[in-house]
């Protein structure tokens, strides 16, 4: 067995030298899955150092009883963006963003099974562009009782919609889509059941959260609950976009996803009043019913002041991937009700994208269409964007360069924030972005 490490270890030796130590999986896995060494060996190779580093998970440190384990890495972000506005009175816009700069830690606690994970995202700016304090983000402990059954306590990305649920740092274009962005939920504190099932052919989590949003809370009764279920009838799909790994086999993942909500006028205004812009449906200018209730039209407008509002939303999506080609899909709806009024108000959209190495696991071009309809009762209000981008991956997502360029058409009713029915002229802006990530 020793002369099989050995020879293991000298390997992995040389192939570092040649430059591959920074790819995703390490030359011991690849010995493994081709039969080369056995179950022992490999154990034995990878055996925990006190002191290790992987590139995309950072350093990692582990006690000599192998009971405590932390990494700590991060993601940087920095970007450019030049908007020209199709109203003069907007004016073009130019500028520069950290957008994301974030502190990741994860490791596990007493035994492997209790795991735990802290995000916090240092940025002065949020994915739609608007200015918030530092936060946490991510940050909860999870224990595995077996993979079917795990719990998860703290603050998460609430499991709603794919594009959401996949890490910032695995993106396809420079940024999530506006739908994606107008109906999540956003991070939410609370208590989640869920599990891997068969290997990986599925996943699901069901949890209850505060309701308020990220580092937010309220005092009432009312709670926010949310269930996803996702199936991989080819195999397991992590949450990521982009082949990066040029898939030799084709992996497809179909998933859906049901949250639901109620919030009183005192929510509202907390909400309204946040930096950390906890429901992201609830904002004005991006949020689904922010942007629908904004319409102020007849019985489509739901008063937030003297009344509670119930939210039903929904949402199912589609992914593929195989050979450097990746496309996905979601669709939306959701529904808003006044406790009082019972007066209702409905959005909907979707969107669709896909991704092609035309030079494998380096060079990428990409294309999507996004569609919102904030109010389906009130007409003029249609927000739509077609983009295309293109991406050089220098070491996977760990490491990439992006560029993308996006039509923004947004009709009269949504065109400006505050717009009213008079307000009936729509607005063709051209968005073009840059932006270059490390995740170490």
Known sequence: MKKKVVAAGAALLATAFIGQAASAKTLEDVLKEKGVITEEDYKEITKSKPLDYKLGKGFTLTSA?????????????????????????????????????KLLLNGYAFTKDLTYKINFNMSGTTFNG????????????????????????????????????TPSS????????????????????????????????????????????????????????????????????????????????????????????????????????????SLKFL???????????????????????????DFNTFEADAAFKWLGLFAEGEYFWAQAKGNSTKRI???????????YFIIPTKLEIAARYSYLDPNRDVSNDHWVETGGAVS????????????????IHKQGRIASSGASATNTRATDDLQARVQAQLLF
């Not at 506005?85 to 907007?90: G, N």
């Not at 409905?346 to 991704?355: D, P, R």
Request: net charge negative.
């Open 392 to 407: 050089y991956y220098f070491n996977k997502h760990n490491l990439k360069l992006q560029a993308d360029m996006t039509s």
């Open 130 to 165: 608007n200015t918030k304090e530092a936060a946490l983000e991510e940050t909860y402990l999870q224990y595995r009782l077996i993979d079917e059954a795990q719990a998860r306590l703290g603050q998460d990305k609430v499991q709603f919609g794919r594009q959401w649920i």
């Open 345 to 355: 108000e409905t959005g909907q959209g979707y969107y669709v994208q896909a991704g």
């Open 170 to 277: 695995a993106n396809e274009f420079v940024e999530v889509t506006e739908t994606t962005s107008a109906f999540i939920p956003g991070y939410d504190i609370g208590l989640a059941v869920l599990g891997k099932l068969f290997n990986g052919l599925a996943y699901y989590q069901v949890g209850g959260y505060g309701g308020a949003g990220q580092n937010t809370t309220r005092n009432n009764r009312d709670n926010a609950f949310c269930g996803r279920i996702a199936v991989n009838p080819l195999g397991d799909m992590p949450y990521s976009e982009a082949d990066v790994d040029n898939t030799q086999k084709p992996l497809v993942s179909v998933g859906g996803s049901f949250y639901k909500n109620t919030i009183n006028s005192a929510d509202f205004t907390a909400t309204a009043s946040s930096t950390d812009s």
């Open 65 to 101: 009883d192998e009971k405590f384990q932390l990494s700590i890495g991060g993601q940087m972000q920095f970007r450019y963006t030049f908007l020209d506005a199709d109203r003069s009175s907007t004016g073009d816009k130019t500028q520069f963003s950290a957008q994301r700069i």
């Open 283 to 309: 904002n004005t200018s991006t949020g689904w019913f922010g942007l629908g209730n904004s319409a102020n039209v007849g019985n489509s407008y739901i008063s937030t002041t003297n009344q509670s509002v």
